[in-house]
């Protein structure tokens, strides 16, 4: 069974300093691990992925994350916050189960930007 | 591409009442999968869909059903409403389904159960 566990449910930065939003997984396959971010009243969107290539993976808006195999983390990190980055941020593993693929969400972390 | 599109995009109903949902794939992808959102429960899979057939199911009572067309196209049903299915329902969309695909999320339905 795959579990996902996000350390943090809420995290505050100032503009301007790093995020670190921590995630850690279980998976009994190999997994592809996602990051996902909800803006207020809006869908998910897509950051980035990992697909057992490069374990740093890089996605949009400057945001990246690494996967460790043996820390089972997949960390997502960000150099320099910026107000339109807050917003609910869900770390996500895709395991195989018989024929298809599901998602398995962590419990979220909203993240605030202080100006 | 148009994204994944969902209606209705709100829904109010009372208690022991049915719904159904909608949702349209991004073309091309024959995935379709279904999701609950809600305060206390976080994110929850509820079934996906590939051609026309269920593939998976998460644990959901047996009122929340589902389908597929040969378009693509999706709906979900729930029959005799309870107050806790109120949720924000989200349908999500992916090429094959198969691990490695990103699955596209629609703006979802929110549901009140009154």
């Known amino acids: 069974a795959q579990s996902v566990t996000q350390l943090d449910s809420h995290v505050s930065v100032s503009e301007g300093t790093p995020v670190l939003l921590r995630c850690n997984y279980s998976?009994?396959?190999?997994?592809?691990l996602f990051w996902y971010v909800q803006h207020p009243n809006k869908g998910l969107q897509l950051l980035l992925k990992?697909?057992?290539?490069?374990?740093l993976v890089k996605g949009i808006n400057g945001f990246e994350a690494e996967f460790k195999k043996s820390e089972t983390s997949f960390h997502l990190t960000k150099p320099s916050a910026h107000m339109s980055d807050a917003a609910e941020y869900f770390c996500?593993?895709?395991?195989?189960?018989?024929?298809?693929?599901?998602?398995?969400f962590g419990g979220g972390t909203r993240l605030m930007v202080k100006p | 591409k148009a994204g994944v599109t969902q209606t209705p995009r709100y829904l109010i109903k009372t208690r022991g009442q049915q719904v159904t949902l909608s949702c349209s794939p991004i073309?091309?992808?024959?995935?379709v999968s279904w999701y609950q959102q809600t305060p206390g429960q976080g994110l929850q899979f509820l079934f996906e869909?590939?051609?026309?057939?269920?593939?998976n199911k998460g644990n959901f009572p047996g009122r929340f059903s589902g389908r597929q067309f040969s378009n693509s196209r999706s709906e979900m049903n729930v029959s005799t409403l309870e107050l806790g299915d109120s949720a924000l329902y989200l349908c999500?969309?992916?090429?094959?389904?198969?691990?490695?695909?990103?699955?596209?999320f629609g703006p979802g339905t929110r549901l009140t159960v009154l």
């Open positions: 999500a969309s992916s090429l094959q389904g198969v691990v490695t695909d990103t699955q596209y």
């Open positions: 998976s009994s396959y190999s997994p592809s």
């Open positions: 990992y697909t057992s290539a490069a374990t």
């Open positions: 996500v593993v895709s395991d195989s189960y018989d024929a298809g693929n599901m998602l398995t």
């Open positions: 073309s091309g992808h024959r995935s």
């Open positions: 869909y590939f051609s026309e057939t269920q593939r």
